[in-house]
């Protein structure tokens, strides 16, 4: 299995312009999750959805924040209009029945975003 | 107050040393699940075990080893005879009943540097 696959692994772009994320679960897996990281908060979880269905967006920071899952293989996150304060990797992962009993969230490696 | 906490913000030792990091966690739930996650420089998170709440028994997988106990709340990890290819940034993560094992709380993570 070629693994989480994220799109673009780098992202340069101006304040106020859109950004969009990318984001191939694992085949199989029912469970994918966006997170961010930054120096400031370390990991945190931004949303995560459960049969291509969102269940928890709370960690969404703001309105300006979008997530979508049209189907079991493709997810976005999307920033509009993105500010310099955005800057931040976002990992997105996926699982199968959650992160627990005989299950592990496996990681993409990462969008590193820069909002200048 | 922060439900897993990692102290130890880095660590530096000499290659061949053992070191140990440090993981505290605080949840309500009787059943839940402790991860430890690796991030090398490279950025990828890297999964590295899960044990469960009623598993109280000490790990072992080669150089590393996991210590887990209940009465103090803490999961610790230990690397013998540490190597350069160690250094990385280590988290600790929660995964709790009560948020149905369907995500994952990081700690901030201990950066460990190995040098030779």
């Known amino acids: 299995d070629a693994g989480v696959i994220q799109s673009p692994r780098h992202e340069v772009t101006e304040m106020g312009q859109e950004v969009t994320l990318r984001c191939k679960p694992i085949?199989?897996?029912?469970?994918l999750f966006w997170y961010r990281q930054t120096m400031m908060r370390g990991l945190e979880l931004l949303i995560y959805?459960?049969?291509?269905?969102?269940?928890?967006d709370s960690g969404m920071p703001e309105d300006r924040f979008s997530a979508k899952m049209p189907n079991a293989s493709f997810s976005t996150l999307k920033i509009q209009p993105s500010e310099p304060r955005d800057s931040a990797v976002y990992f997105c992962?996926?699982?199968?029945?959650?992160?627990?009993?005989?299950?592990?969230?496996?990681f993409g490696q990462g969008t590193r975003l820069t909002v200048v | 107050a922060q439900k897993v906490t990692q102290a130890q913000t880095e660590i530096s030792v000499v290659e061949k040393e053992d070191v140990t990091l440090d993981c505290v966690y605080e949840?309500?739930?009787?059943?839940?699940?402790l991860f430890w996650y690796k991030q090398p420089p490279s950025g990828e998170l890297v999964f590295l075990i899960r044990?469960?709440?009623?598993?109280?028994q000490n790990e072992i997988s080669g150089r590393y080893s996991w210590n887990f106990q209940k009465s103090t709340s803490s999961f610790n990890f230990t690397i013998t005879a540490s190597q350069v290819v160690d250094s990385a940034v280590y988290f600790c993560?929660?995964?709790?009943?009560?948020?149905?094992?369907?995500?994952?709380?990081f700690g901030k993570g201990t950066m460990l540097l190995v040098s030779p």
């Open positions: 044990r469960n709440s009623f598993d109280e």
């Open positions: 993560a929660l995964s709790e009943a009560g948020s149905g094992y369907s995500t994952l709380t």
């Open positions: 992962a996926s699982s199968f029945s959650g992160t627990g009993p005989n299950t592990e969230a496996f």
């Open positions: 959805f459960n049969n291509n269905v969102p269940i928890d």
């Open positions: 949840t309500r739930d009787t059943t839940y699940y």
């Open positions: 085949s199989g897996h029912d469970y």
